[in-house]
């Protein structure tokens, strides 16, 4: 919807310069380019259309180094994504080793217990009683 919002503003304006260069194209005129360079006498109509034209080449010259600068920063974040999930993905392996090995640790402690024939009082029952 706001590419075709701004067709017809883009419609308007060339329309009214359309309208404005048709009006003024008896007069010629000369144009300063360098204090010392002058441009011999041209119809205003075409001094009109040349400045359109310049003005639209640099706005695109701006467009595109804008373009191009969002590009970059996109590569750059998605490079920056990618090397952020493998991090993940290796804390996540990280933890899951590090809970079987807690596992492991818990099942070792049972059977030193077993083998000492140690008992170990829940902390919940010690708290349960009065004092």
Not at 8 to 36: E, G, H, R
Not at 91 to 107: M, N
């Amino acid at each position: 919807m706001w590419n075709k919002i701004k067709l017809i503003i883009w419609l308007a304006i060339l329309l009214a310069v359309a309208y404005f260069v048709s009006m003024n194209t008896s007069p010629n005129v000369s144009v300063n380019i360098l204090p010392t360079l002058k441009t011999p006498e041209i119809p205003l109509a075409l001094v009109i259309i040349v400045s359109i034209i310049i003005g639209a080449v640099l706005i695109l010259l701006f467009a595109i180094t804008d373009w191009i600068a969002y590009k970059i920063d996109r590569m750059k974040l998605g490079r920056k994504l990618k090397q952020t999930e493998k991090e993940l993905e290796r804390c996540r392996q990280e933890i899951h080793k590090k809970d079987e090995e807690i596992k492991k640790l818990e099942g070792e402690i049972e059977v030193l217990k077993s083998e000492k024939n140690i008992t170990v009082k829940d902390q919940t029952e010690e708290s349960s009683g009065t004092v």
